[in-house]
């Protein structure tokens, strides 16, 4: 098992378990589950900060997928729900209507 194999499969642990759970939902709250862009935003200094702080759950979602082995649980992370949408909210890569 190379380094980056084992710690994606550490990032994995961490966050299957309960309050692994419960943390990513926190973060998926505070920093995830928003779109960085409101309608007549100026200032892109702001911008690129609510990015960056979606970019870090972003990543660490992408690394417990990734950290998971064949056959184990899956952690819940609707990423692909986030990017592309429900039926009640557009994700942020929806075809606008």
Do not use: C
């Amino acid at each position: 098992m190379t380094l980056e194999t084992t710690i994606y499969h550490d990032y994995y642990l961490t966050f299957a378990t309960d309050a692994g759970q419960r943390v990513l939902q926190d973060l998926r709250e505070q920093f995830h589950d928003r779109v960085s862009y409101v309608v007549g935003a100026t200032n892109p200094v702001d911008l690129a900060f609510f990015e960056g702080q979606r970019s870090i759950v972003l990543a660490l979602l992408a690394f417990v997928q990734q950290g998971q082995p064949h056959g184990e649980p899956s952690v819940e992370t609707n990423s692909k729900e986030f990017a592309h949408g429900t039926d009640d909210e557009p994700g942020i890569y929806a075809d606008p209507a």
